[in-house]
């Protein structure tokens, strides 16, 4: 496998962790673990064959170009799980909720005190 190879296999496992998010069920994000692995052992790879072969400064531009598009898959799979991330983190909360002090409940049920509305009305 040569550096441009590498890239490009990375580039397909980020590519089809990519597009498992767009639905980002739990089993989805489940089954994006191994291609993650994948994605890291190749960049793992290919940095250490660039730092071995510092020397050899062959036509790069190829392998640049593949790891512009490798770096426009991870900016997009990024947004993905973060937003992934925000929606299963805002549904965690919601199912498991801590103290409301906006709606004066507790998890136990107990109503809290609540301060008296500071706006008023008058005609």
Not at 13 to 42: F, H, M, Q, T
Not at 47 to 67: D, V
Request: one cysteine or more; proline letters at 5%; charged letters at 25%.
């Amino acid at each position: 496998m040569n550096e441009i190879e590498s890239v490009r296999q990375a580039r397909h496992s980020v590519s089809l962790i990519r597009k498992r998010l767009l639905r980002p069920v739990p089993e989805a994000l489940e089954a994006c673990g191994p291609l993650l692995y994948n994605a890291i052992d190749l960049i793992a790879w290919l940095q250490h064959r660039l730092q071995s072969a510092a020397g050899e400064r062959a036509s790069r531009k190829p392998l640049l170009t593949e790891i512009a598009g490798l770096r426009r898959e991870l900016s997009q799979t990024t947004s993905l799980m973060r937003g992934a991330a925000g929606f299963y983190g805002g549904l965690a909360r919601l199912l498991n909720p801590t103290e409301d002090y906006s709606t004066g409940y507790a998890r136990n049920g107990a109503v809290s005190l609540r301060n008296s509305p500071t706006l008023r009305l008058e005609g």
